[in-house]
């Protein structure tokens, strides 16, 4: 983690001088420095990865891909969403988050289908 921030820290800190000169230089290198940074740290979840999948085991696989794909839905949001942030585009970074949000509830809706149907039966009787 030591590693991450202080390339996060210096790719900020180059950023920042590069800004005042040429903005496209700088956020190209924040986006890449960015990208790298987590490619870095997805290299690291692979046992969390693991563990998840021998912790919901009995869960069908269908859940599980549903689980990853609003997961993933969610972070590449979120990363677009700053990246445009950053680079001065509001509008389009809350357009970002909302077109995300609607792709994790198109992902999920199936599934909550399927738990409504599952209370009603519930409460009906």
């Not at 420095?33 to 269908?62: K, N």
């Amino acid at each position: 983690m030591t590693g991450t921030a202080v390339c996060a820290l210096c790719a900020a800190a180059f950023g920042a001088l590069l800004k005042k000169s040429n903005r496209e230089v700088s956020l190209l290198l924040t986006a890449g420095a960015a990208a790298l940074l987590l490619l870095s740290a997805l290299e690291g979840l692979g046992p969390l990865f693991f563990q998840l999948e021998t912790a919901v085991a009995g869960l069908p696989g269908r859940y599980w891909k549903v689980m990853l794909k609003t997961a993933g839905l969610a972070l590449v949001g979120q990363f677009t969403s700053h990246a445009c942030k950053d680079a001065g585009e509001s509008a389009l970074a809350f357009t970002v988050e909302l077109a995300a949000k609607a792709a994790i509830l198109a992902a999920a809706f199936p599934i909550l289908m399927e738990l409504l149907g599952y209370l009603g039966e519930i409460l009906g009787g």
